[in-house]
C-alpha cells in the first residue's frame, strides 16, 4: 500500500476517485432536466456567478452537462476498453505465443478489421445494432480490438523468446500454464499503458458516433458530444470546448498517472 | 620520459534517488608512453567508471567528477587537467588525442553511414583534411588494421562486414588522428577466441610502431596476462593493487588478487590429470581436493545421439518463401555415459547451442536419432514428450533472462514438480533443492531482481534439478558470470555430478573452463563436429586443423606464455547457409587413438 503513497500515485487516485464521485452523486443530486433546461437569454453567456462554467449556444449551464455527461461518457469508454482488452488479449496472446499458422490466420483477420478505421467499423456496428448505449460500447469494443491484440501480440512474441519461458517448457509446463504464468504477467505493463490511452480515444469515438447520431442521443449530455458540439463556435464562445476538454484531459492524466504506479506496483523490481 | 597519463585521487560520484553513490574513489595510477596499463575487476568494480572519467565521458552517464586531477600530457608537452577542462578543449581532445575502442562493434558503428564516413569525419574535423585527403587516410588505417579489401570496404556499411571486420574499423576510427593514449574499454568480450586473438595482436602491433599509450579494461585475467605491462586491480570502487603484471601473476600481495587468479581456469594445466577437477577458491579448502576418481566400472550410457541434423529455414522473397536453409547441425553423433560431462566447443554460430536444443526437441531436428536409455525421444507424441523432458532439463546462459521477472523463487523452482503432479511435501522439496545448491533458505519468497548472477545461476540449476533429471544441457551456463562466481557455479556443478550421478552436455566457448570440466570433448564448425574424444587426448594432441587454431587462440593466464606478439590472421568461417535441396557430404572420422575422432 506504501507504494501507492508517491506523488505521483496520490494525484492519479485523488482524480479518479473525484470524477467517479462526480459521476456517480452527480445524477443523484442535480435534477435530470438541469442538463437540458435552456436559457435562451444566456446563450453562449461567459462564465459567471449564474453560469459558474458558462453556457452553450442554446443557454444550458456547461457545469450540469458536465457533470451529467461525466457518467455517460466514463460508461461508455471504460466498458468498451475492457471490452476489447477482453477481446484482444487472448488473440494477441494465442496469437504471439503459438505463432505460425495460428498466428497468420488470427492476425489476418486482425488485418481486415484494422484495414478500416476505428471510427469507420463503430460505426458501421453501431448503424447495423441500432442507436443505444449498448450498442455503442460492443461498436467502440470491437473497433478498438484490433489495435490491442497487435500489440499484445508483439509483446508476447517477444516474452514467448524469453529463456525462462524454454525452461519452462522443457520442464514439461503445459502451454496454458505457461501463457497464463510466465508470459502474462510481464505484458501486462503494455496491456496497461495502452489500456489507458485507449479510454481516451474511447470518450472521442463515443463523441464521433454520437455527432453522426448513433452514440448518445442529444439533448443528453455528454463529454464527446459537448466537444463536438462546440466546434464551430470556438472563436466566440471558447469555454463550450474547455470544459468538456478539460474533463476528458483529467480524466486521461488521472488513469495515466494511476495506470504508471499500477504497473510500478505489478512489477516487484520496482519494490 | 613524462608519463602521457597521471591520475591523482579520482573520486566520481553518481546523483540517484537513493541520493549519493560513489563510482569510484581514491584512485591513482600513471601511464607511461608506450605502456600498456591494464585495469582487471568484476562487474561493478568501477573500472569503466575510470576509463569514461579519462575522456570524461563519465558525465554523459550522470557521473561527476568530485575530486582528483586527471594529468594528461597533450601532443605540444603542455598537461591538462581533464577533470577541469573546458568543454570545447575536450572537444579537440577526444578521439584526437585519446582514441576509445568499444565493446560492442555492433552498436558502435552508425548503421546508416559508411565505412568511409565514418573514418574521414573525425579526421576533417580534427586535422582539418580535404574530403580526399581524408578518404586516402581512410584507406592507409583500413590497411594498417589489415582489413582485406580495404578500398571495397569503403564504400559498404557496417552491416555487410563481420564481427571481428567491424571492431578493426573501430580500432581504425580510434587511430585516425593518431592519438597519444588509447583506451579500449573490453574491445574483445563480444568477440570470439580467433578474432579475439587477432584484435589482441592488432592491439599490440599498433600500440609497438605509434608508441602510444593503452589503457585496457578487462574482467578476462588471461587477457591481462597477454596484454599488460602493468595492471591495476580494481574491487567495488576502489584499487585493490598495483604492479607489473609478472609481480600480480606471480607474487599477489592482496587477498583479493590471490582469490580472483585462484578462480582462472589456466588452459594447460589440467595436463596428465584423468578427471575433471574443482576450481581453487581461497578460503574454501575443500575445494582444493580433486574430485574423487570415480569408480572403475563398465561406463554405461545415457544418451546416444546419431546423425542428428537440424535446419532453419532462411525465408526471403516477396512471399516470403524458404529460400535457403542455415544447416546449424549437420550429421552429429555423439554419446555421453553416465555421470559423464560432454563438452561442445565452438565459435559462434558453430551449431552447438541448436544442437543442445534439438536434443530436447526445443527446435525440432530434421533427422537423426536421440535415444536417451534406448528412448528415442524424436519418435515421442507432444504428451510422451513432456514426460522425457523430466529426464533432460536445461541451464540457459543468461541468468537475468532464464528466471521470469515477476515470479518469487519458490513458485519458478516448484513449477517443473507441480507440472507433472509432484506436489505432495512440495515445501520442503524446493528446500531441499535450495539447500542442494547453496543458497539461503530466505531466498523463497524473493523475486529473481533481488539476487546476484551467480545466485540466480543457483536458482536456474535448482529448477533444473527439481524432476531429478539424468542429463543437464547447459548452455554457456557460466559464461556470462564474474571468475570468482563462475568458479563457485563450475564447483556446484562437478559436486551435484559426483553426488546425483548427473550427465552434462556442456556447450562452452571457453576452452580453459572445458578443460577443466569435461570428461569428453566434441569441437564443432559449421554444424558438424570435426574432433571428439577424451579431454586429454583433445587437449595434447589436437589432430584437426580448426581445433589447432582454437587451441593457439585461446589467452593463458600467465604472462610468461604471451602469444599475440606477431600479427594474427585465422581463415575466416565460412557461411552455413546452403541453397534447398544442397546435399551435404555424410560425416567421415577417422580414428586417431581408440575414441578419439577427427572429421575426414
Known amino acids: 500500500m506504501k507504494r501507492f503513497l508517491t506523488t505521483k500515485g496520490l494525484i492519479g487516485i485523488t482524480l479518479l476517485l473525484l470524477i467517479a464521485l462526480i459521476a456517480i452523486v452527480g445524477p443523484l443530486v442535480i435534477p435530470p432536466d438541469a442538463a437540458t433546461a435552456m436559457d435562451m437569454r444566456a446563450r453562449r453567456a461567459p462564465p459567471s456567478l449564474d453560469h459558474f462554467l458558462g453556457t452553450d449556444q442554446l443557454g444550458r449551464d456547461m457545469l450540469y452537462r458536465v457533470i451529467l455527461g461525466a457518467r455517460t461518457s466514463l460508461e461508455i469508454a471504460v466498458s468498451a476498453v475492457m471490452m476489447s482488452i477482453v477481446l484482444g488479449l487472448p488473440l494477441g496472446l494465442i496469437s504471439g505465443y503459438f505463432g505460425g499458422l495460428t498466428d497468420n490466420v488470427l492476425m489476418r483477420l486482425v488485418d481486415t478489421l484494422l484495414a478500416f ?130 474533463a476528458v484531459a483529467l480524466t486521461v492524466l488521472g488513469l495515466n498517472m494511476f495506470g504508471d504506479v499500477l504497473r510500478d506496483i505489478l512489477d516487484p523490481r520496482s519494490k | 620520459m613524462k608519463d602521457i597519463v597521471t591520475v591523482d585521487h579520482l573520486r566520481v560520484e553518481f546523483a540517484t534517488d537513493g541520493g549519493t553513490v560513489v563510482g569510484v574513489q581514491d584512485v591513482s595510477f600513471t601511464i607511461a608512453p608506450g605502456e600498456t596499463l591494464c585495469v582487471v575487476g568484476e562487474s561493478g568494480s568501477g573500472k569503466s567508471v575510470t576509463s569514461l572519467s579519462l575522456m570524461r565521458l563519465v558525465e554523459f552517464g550522470g557521473g561527476t567528477i568530485t575530486q582528483g586531477a586527471l594529468n594528461f600530457t597533450r601532443a605540444d608537452g603542455s598537461t591538462l587537467d581533464v577533470a577541469a577542462a573546458s568543454p570545447d578543449v575536450m572537444g579537440q581532445v577526444r578521439g584526437n588525442e585519446i582514441g576509445m575502442i568499444f565493446q560492442e562493434p555492433m552498436t558502435a558503428l552508425n548503421p546508416v553511414f559508411t565505412i568511409e564516413r565514418q573514418l574521414t569525419d573525425g579526421l576533417m574535423l580534427h586535422k582539418g583534411l580535404t574530403q580526399a585527403q581524408a578518404t586516402a587516410r581512410a584507406l592507409d588505417l583500413l590497411r594498417s588494421v589489415r582489413i582485406p579489401e580495404p578500398e571495397r570496404r569503403l564504400k559498404q556499411y557496417p552491416h555487410e562486414l563481420s564481427g571481428g571486420m567491424r571492431q578493426r574499423v573501430v580500432i581504425a576510427m580510434a587511430m585516425a588522428c593518431e592519438p597519444k593514449l588509447l583506451i579500449a574499454d573490453e574491445p574483445t568480450t563480444a568477440l570470439d577466441v580467433k578474432i579475439q586473438a587477432e584484435i589482441l595482436a592488432l592491439i599490440n602491433r599498433l600500440k609497438r610502431e605509434n608508441g602510444m599509450a593503452v589503457l585496457f579494461i578487462t574482467h578476462d585475467m588471461a587477457v591481462v596476462a597477454q596484454m599488460a605491462d602493468r ?11 598495483t604492479g607489473p603484471v609478472d609481480q600480480i601473476f606471480n607474487a599477489p600481495q592482496q587477498d583479493y588478487t590471490k582469490a580472483l587468479l585462484a578462480a582462472v581456469p589456466k588452459l594447460g594445466e589440467m595436463k596428465g590429470k584423468s578427471a575433471p577437477e574443482r576450481m581453487r577458491l581461497i578460503g574454501d579448502e575443500a575445494t582444493h581436493a580433486a574430485l574423487a576418481p570415480a569408480p572403475v566400472r563398465k561406463p554405461k550410457v545415457l ?77 515421442l507424441g507432444p504428451q510422451d514428450l513432456r514426460r522425457a523432458r523430466a529426464d533432460m532439463q536445461m541451464v540457459f546462459q543468461d541468468p537475468f533472462a532464464s528466471l521470469n521477472p515477476y515470479r518469487r523463487l519458490r513458485a519458478q523452482v516448484a513449477e517443473p514438480l507441480q507440472n507433472f503432479g509432484l506436489t505432495a511435501d512440495l515445501d520442503a522439496k524446493v528446500l531441499d533443492l535450495f539447500d ?152 567421415q572420422y577417422t580414428t586417431v587413438a581408440p575414441g578419439h575422432f577427427v572429421l575426414i
Open chain 1, 117 to 246: 478505421p476505428a471510427l469507420l467499423l463503430a460505426l458501421t456496428i453501431s448503424a447495423v445494432l441500432g442507436p443505444n448505449l449498448q450498442n455503442t460500447i460492443i461498436a467502440i469494443g470491437i473497433a478498438f480490438t484490433p489495435y490491442l491484440a497487435r500489440i499484445i501480440r508483439g509483446e508476447a512474441l517477444r516474452v514467448a523468446q524469453m529463456p525462462y519461458v524454454e525452461a519452462a517448457r522443457a520442464s514439461g509446463t503445459t502451454d496454458i500454464m505457461i501463457m497464463s504464468r510466465h508470459i502474462l504477467p510481464n505484458i501486462l505493463p503494455a496491456v496497461i499503458v495502452q489500456g489507458t490511452i485507449s479510454l481516451a480515444f474511447a470518450i472521442l469515438a463515443e463523441a464521433g458516433l454520437s455527432f453522426l447520431g448513433l452514440g448518445t442521443q442529444p439533448p443528453a449530455a455528454s463529454w464527446g458530444l459537448m466537444i463536438q458540439a462546440s466546434r464551430d463556435q470556438l472563436d466566440i464562445a471558447p469555454w463550450t470546448a474547455v470544459v468538456p476538454g478539460m
Open chain 2, 231 to 241: 595492471v591495476v586491480v580494481m574491487y567495488r570502487g576502489a584499487i585493490v593493487e
Open chain 2, 303 to 379: 544418451l546416444e545421439v546419431k546423425n542428428l541434423t537440424t535446419r532453419f529455414p532462411v525465408k526471403g522473397g516477396i512471399l516470403r518463401r524458404t529460400v535457403a536453409q542455415v544447416h546449424a547441425v549437420e550429421d552429429v553423433s555423439f554419446t555421453i555415459n553416465v555421470g559423464e560431462t560432454l563438452a561442445l566447443v565452438g565459435e559462434s554460430g558453430c551449431g552447438k547451442s541448436s544442437c543442445g536444443r534439438s536434443i530436447l526437441r526445443l527446435i525440432e531436428p530434421a533427422s537423426g536419432e536421440i535415444l536417451i536409455n534406448g528412448n528415442d525421444i524424436r519418435a
Open chain 2, 436 to 587: 542442494r545448491v547453496h543458497l539461503p533458505r530466505d531466498f523463497l519468497n524473493r523475486y529473481p531482481h533481488e539476487l546476484s548472477g551467480g545466485q540466480r545461476q543457483r536458482v536456474a540449476i535448482a529448477r533444473a534439478l527439481a524432476l531429478n533429471p539424468k542429463l543437464i544441457v547447459a548452455d554457456e551456463a557460466v559464461s556470462a558470470l564474474d571468475v570468482s562466481v563462475q568458479a563457485q557455479v563450475l564447483n556446484l556443478m562437478m559436486e551435484l555430478q559426483q553426488d546425483l550421478g548427473l550427465s552434462y552436455l556442456f556447450i562452452s566457448h571457453d576452452m580453459a573452463v572445458v578443460e577443466r570440466v569435461a570428461h569428453q570433448v566434441g569441437v564443432m564448425y559449421l554444424g558438424r563436429i570435426v574432433e571428439i574424444g577424451p579431454r586429454a587426448a583433445i587437449f595434447d594432441n589436437p589432430s584437426h586443423p580448426y581445433t589447432r587454431s582454437l587451441l593457439s587462440a585461446v589467452p593463458i593466464a600467465d604472462p610468461s606464455k604471451r602469444r599475440f606478439e606477431g600479427d594474427m590472421n585465422f581463415k575466416p568461417i565460412s557461411s552455413p547457409i546452403f541453397p534447398l535441396g544442397h546435399q551435404p557430404a555424410k560425416s
